[in-house]
């Protein structure tokens, strides 16, 4: 509503005119703009909002910006050196004809970890980049699907234990829960940013303490019971036998994961059958042993995530370092895990068990249609009768 406020008037002849005026809002209180939320109202908002946060956290602020900067929203797996398409080099020839040739123009060439080692030294060479100390990436490229073709494999993140660490250069904050004092200042010299007990345990429930500034926990058997309360809200940072992060020998288990290799599975946004992991599994200057059993080891820990049944999770690996964008396939079907028949015979009984009731429940019960078949003859009949 619009008022005005007349300060005074003028007389001019006959007629007054006001001398100066002010023009105002006056807005009137609204009421009964928001409705009282139900306790199920709320719920459904905090899950969407926590959603929300998961899929923001999913990738660092500067991978959102290029996904975004992407053109026809080309997906990370499809970015350089791009994802083997086999049915793409059918055509191809298997082997090049000489020692230099167009890598488009053959399949996918797969070495050894010797020979692609030796290959990567070749290009740090002093003559060339010079980095003979350069960090080496591999580039895993995998298959998410699974049984429901609308589920796939979730994101994950966890340490790996290699037989050689190497300094991977990473800031790792780590937050232990402990009761013991003397047990919290041994996990704090160890390398944790953090040790706390039950206290910090009920005010992370409240809100009062945030658990997103660390990047993994840790915690003494003696806790366990204590820290079941927050299995929803640190979900996959939370400490179990399985990820390593429950045990009685807290300096271990910290500089496990302080020295561990991190391994992370993202799935592709755009094609979400497809998924990325790309661990740092050593040094250049390592050797060519030492590498090889810490790639054996990280692609033991990555097939555990999905079935052998299933197919092969890896579709391709590649060794690349770090900075550059020479890449080599390295052959790892020797550490792949095998089907055997009786995990192939249980996925054939599942997928048989499920085309069968699909089959059930789209086929109409024939006795059925028997039975209101005849219902409508009899009707019929006692209508001519009548």
């Known amino acids: 509503m619009l008022a005005t406020r007349i300060a005074g008037f003028l007389n001019v002849g006959s007629i007054l005119r ?51 900067r992407m053109k026809n929203l080309l997906s990370p797996s499809q970015q350089y050196p791009g994802r083997l398409v086999a049915d793409e080099e059918e055509a191809l020839p298997d082997k090049p004809a000489t020692n230099v040739y167009i ?57 790996v ?7 991977h250069q990473e800031k790792r904050t780590i937050l232990a829960f402990v009761n013991d ?24 429930i409240k809100g009062q303490f945030r658990t997103d500034d660390y990047d993994f926990c840790v915690a003494h058997t003696d806790m366990a019971p204590h820290i079941l309360p927050l299995r929803g809200l640190l979900r996959s940072k939370f400490p179990n036998k399985v990820n390593g992060g429950l045990g009685d020998d807290l300096p271990a288990i910290i500089d496990r994961f302080r020295n561990g290799v991190k391994l992370s599975i993202k799935g592709d946004p755009v094609y ?71 995990e192939l015979e249980k996925m054939d009984a599942r997928r048989n068990k499920k085309k069968q009731k699909k089959d059930a429940a789209a086929k109409p019960n024939e006795e059925a249609v028997k039975e209101l078949a005849q219902q409508v003859v009899d009707e019929d009949l006692k209508v001519a009768t009548a």
């Open 161 to 167: 234990p290699v037989p050689f660490p190497f300094k």
């Open 103 to 159: 890598m488009s123009t053959v399949k996918t060439q797969f070495f050894s970890v010797r020979d692609a080692l030796a290959m990567h030294r070749e290009l740090q060479c002093p003559e060339i980049y010079n980095r003979p100390n350069a960090p080496i990436k591999l580039r895993i490229e995998l298959n998410m699907s699974t049984e429901k073709s609308t589920k796939m494999i979730s994101n994950h993140d966890e340490i």
């Open 181 to 204: 004092l003397k047990l919290q200042e041994a996990a704090v010299e160890s390398g944790a940013e953090l040790s706390v007990g039950q206290d910090v345990v009920k005010k992370i």
């Open 272 to 342: 979400p059958i497809w998924g990325l992991a790309e661990p740092v599994v050593g040094r250049l200057s390592m050797s060519d042993d030492q590498l090889e059993e810490n790639i054996a080891a990280i692609v033991q820990a990555l097939c555990v995530h999905r079935s052998p049944a299933l197919g092969p999770f890896i579709n391709r690996c590649l060794m690349m370092t770090i900075p550059g964008e020479a890449h080599f396939a390295l052959d790892v079907k020797k550490w792949e895990p095998v089907a055997t028949e009786e």
């Open 18 to 68: 006001p001398a100066s005026a002010d023009v105002f809002q006056v807005r009137g209180r609204k009421r009964a703009l928001k409705a009282t939320l139900t306790r199920q109202q709320k719920l459904e908002r905090r899950l969407k909002r926590e959603a929300r946060e998961a899929a923001r956290k999913q990738y660092t602020f500067m991978e959102r910006i290029n996904i975004r």
